[in-house]
């Protein structure tokens, strides 16, 4: 656990990037709960397992790109990204086959574009008149 530490060359990034994947679980919290209360309950899970199956191995290749010891080129860790969230997929509609597509697909786009989208922001609002991490 010592090469996740927050000191090193990195640490800045990997902070930012861990806040980005945080803040969209958060959003993504939110949105299903209010899908939820809406189209029900089953609609709100699927849109969490959608963004889940996207976000834990994204949470997983910012663990790992910018670790002090990191052994895999950034090439082979997206590879393993989405060959680690195709995975995921299947296991998902091979455990729940019922679930709803649209929502699965809606939790994973908002677990894609989410975190690129805050980390952006941080980086412009802190280059341009906010508050630098």
Do not use: N
Not at 97 to 109: D, E, K, R, T
Not at 122 to 130: I, M, P, T, V
Request: positive net charge.
């Amino acid at each position: 656990m010592a090469e996740h530490a927050f000191s090193g060359p990195f640490a800045t990034t990997r902070k930012r990037l861990l806040k980005a994947v945080l803040a969209t679980m958060l959003v993504i919290c939110v949105a299903a709960a209010v899908a939820g209360a809406i189209y029900g309950v089953h609609i709100s899970l699927d849109m969490l397992l959608g963004a889940v199956v996207v976000l834990l191995p994204t949470g997983w290749v910012a663990l790992a790109l910018t670790s002090a010891r990191s052994t895999f080129s950034p090439i082979w860790l997206g590879l393993a990204r989405y060959s680690l969230a195709a995975l995921g997929f299947a296991t998902l509609f091979a455990m729940r086959p019922g679930s709803h597509p649209l929502a699965v697909l809606a939790g994973s786009a908002m677990g894609l574009f989410l975190p690129t989208a805050l980390v952006a922001k941080s980086k412009w609002s802190g280059r341009y008149g906010g508050q630098e991490d």
